[in-house]
Nanobody, 121 residues
């Protein structure tokens, strides 16, 4: 009942920047947490950053100081500003949301389709 659409991926050189966007739509009551995950070929999906409805954020150590997660509640959109990109940042980046779709229901998790980020050396 929540659709997440990512955009903004692409091919860049090391040291350059990209800004990912994830727009949420559907019949949700509220979105409590949104986050970005990434998965490189042959590796497990890993958490990159999360942001709560209160604006609190957390990042994995390898992206601290380089990536910034933010949200625009009016647009139901979350962003990931990625600066000083490194080849090891290369992965498919997925938007994730924990949302309540009906009053009184439990949180449910939703995923976007992913957007490719490739950083060349």
């Amino acid at each position: 009942q929540v659709q997440l659409v990512e955009s903004g991926g692409g091919l860049v050189q090391a040291g350059e920047s990209l800004r990912l966007s994830c727009a949420a739509s559907g019949s949700f009551v509220s979105i409590n947490v949104m986050g970005w995950y990434r998965q490189a070929p042959g590796k497990q999906r890993e958490l990159v950053a999360i942001i709560t409805s209160f604006g609190h954020t957390n990042y994995r150590d390898s992206v601290k100081g380089r990536f910034t997660i933010s949200s625009d509640n009016a647009k139901n959109t979350v962003y990931l500003q990625m600066n000083r990109l490194k080849p090891e940042d290369t992965a498919v980046y997925y938007c994730n949301a924990a949302a309540i779709t009906d009053v009184g229901s439990n949180l449910r998790e939703y995923w976007g389709q992913g957007t490719q980020v490739t950083v060349s050396s």
